[in-house]
């Protein structure tokens, strides 16, 4: 079946440095989202990426979906200790008119101060 | 407060019982989502609601697993004759619009089962 794969699983980084995790999807997927759980929390959405090659800046957080549609990337800069948690990338089933979402198995961040 | 309300938020039950959760999505949003996730692990997905109707329903789920929305507003999601198996965070998101659109998901509801 669809798979949504996250890539690296666990990620320390000394406060400062920058933090990058990978998105990989088994299929071409029709946009993209990307959550963040912090620890004991659940899941808070940060952003949708729907167009191929598409680039979204927020602040320290640069996020982009490849010209294929099959993977996406979060980039952080300058980490700080507030940028702790699970980061999740989700994607749709390859269904037209479907809206269940696969979850990718996630890129822990730790930021050690 | 406008977000996603879960209740109950902790269920500690032996197994072989019947346990019902109840998700309360944000006013108007008319799709609603049931994931249910574990230790270290990303939110599964169990089922959907487009309003009051159930469009997806993952196979992972056994005849046990029953969802519902009644009205299209709140639903309830039951699993009968509980199995160890069973015992994970129960999450239910939900989302407005017709197009793919954010997840806001509720706190949840941790089942342990003994």
């Known amino acids: 079946g669809q798979q949504v794969m996250q890539i690296p699983q666990y990620q320390h980084v000394q406060e400062g440095e920058d933090f990058t995790t990978y998105c990989n999807s088994s299929?071409?997927?029709?946009?993209i989202q990307w959550y963040k759980q912090r620890p004991g929390g659940h899941p808070v959405f940060l952003i949708q990426l729907v167009k191929s090659g598409e680039v979204k800046k927020q602040k320290r957080l640069t996020f982009q979906f490849g010209e294929a549609k099959k993977n996406s990337s979060l980039h952080i800069t300058a980490t700080q200790t507030t940028d702790v948690g699970t980061y999740f990338c989700?994607?749709?089933?390859?269904?037209?008119?479907?809206?269940?979402?696969?979850f990718g198995t996630g890129t822990r961040l730790k930021v050690l101060a | 407060d406008t977000g996603v309300s879960q209740d109950p938020r902790h269920k500690i039950t032996k197994r072989g019982q019947n346990v019902t959760f109840r998700c309360d999505p944000i006013s108007e949003h008319n799709r609603l989502y049931w994931y249910r996730q574990t230790l270290g692990q990303g939110p599964e997905f169990l089922t959907y609601f487009q309003n009051e109707a159930q469009l997806e329903k993952s196979r992972l789920l056994s005849d046990r697993f029953s969802a519902e929305r009644p009205k299209g507003s709140f639903s309830t999601l039951e699993i009968q004759r509980t199995e160890q198996g069973d015992s994970a965070m129960y999450l239910c998101a939900s989302s407005l619009g017709l197009a793919a659109s954010e997840q806001y998901f509720g706190p949840g509801t941790r089942l342990t089962v003994t």
């Open positions: 989700a994607g749709p089933l390859s269904r037209e008119g479907t809206y269940k979402y696969i």
């Open positions: 299929t071409t997927l029709s946009n």
